[in-house]
């Protein structure tokens, strides 16, 4: 059974650096499958912010590239989020999921982070 | 990008159906034959319901099913049940490795 947990902090301050971590388990980082991470603001909709490959390929979303670095370490088959210059705009429930390139959708979810941007 | 539009409810009584409309362009929904939708309980992460237009992920009922004319999408769910109560995210395939959702649907189970 595929599994992805986020971890990460609750509560970050303003102008600072975001970093989750998504733990996957019964499946390989080093499938042929893509990585992703989206959020949610409360009370509103989804919103890509992007995903990585195994190989280390990354794909951002242009609204949010100048300030988001996603990475993986497939000795831990997990993958990571940074996101900085935070404000209350970036607070949302993060979520990672698996991406399935041959028919671009997300098929696998962690359970959501709830990140709250305040100081 | 934009994203994509949806009807903000919709609304059927057990055993009914109910149709969500997706919205989008030709650099999206009309584009490619990428278009996901996506089932979100209060409180859950979403649950992928349909893919490639019209496919059903093992597990999901046949109640659900998706198509698409032009630019537009649409998801319906027949014989409704309580538990289709949800929102409901519709997503597509944008180019250059990006995706855009839409802007989410309430559906009620009257």
């Known amino acids: 059974q595929v599994q992805l947990q986020e971890s990460g902090p609750g509560l970050v301050k303003p102008s600072e650096t975001l970093s989750l971590t998504c733990a996957v388990s019964g499946s390989s980082i080093n499938s042929f499958y893509y990585w992703g991470w989206i959020r949610q603001p409360p009370g509103k909709g989804l919103e890509w912010i992007g995903s990585i490959y195994h190989t280390g390929s990354t794909y951002y979303n242009p609204s949010l590239r100048s300030r988001v670095t996603i990475s993986v370490d497939t000795s831990k088959n997990q993958f990571s989020l940074r996101l900085s210059s935070l404000t209350a705009a970036d607070t949302a429930v993060y979520y990672c999921?698996?991406?399935?390139?041959?028919?671009?959708?997300?098929?696998?979810w962690g359970q959501g982070i709830l990140v709250t941007v305040s100081s | 990008q934009s994203a994509l539009t949806q009807p903000p409810s919709a609304s059927g009584s057990p055993g009914q159906s109910v149709t969500i409309s997706c919205a989008g362009t030709?650099?999206?929904?009309?584009?490619?034959?990428?278009v996901s939708w996506y089932q979100q309980h209060p409180g859950k992460a979403p649950k992928l319901i349909i893919h490639a237009v019209s496919k059903r992920p093992s597990g999901v009922p046949d109640r659900f099913s998706g198509s698409r004319s032009g630019n537009t999408a649409s998801l319906t769910v027949s014989g409704l049940q309580a538990e289709d109560e949800a929102d409901y995210y519709c997503?597509?395939?944008?180019?250059?490795?990006?995706?855009?959702f839409g802007t989410g649907t309430k559906v009620t189970v009257l």
């Open positions: 997503s597509s395939y944008a180019g250059t490795d990006n995706f855009v």
């Open positions: 030709s650099s999206d929904v009309g584009g490619y034959n990428y």
């Open positions: 999921a698996r991406r399935v390139g041959t028919t671009e959708n997300l098929d696998y």
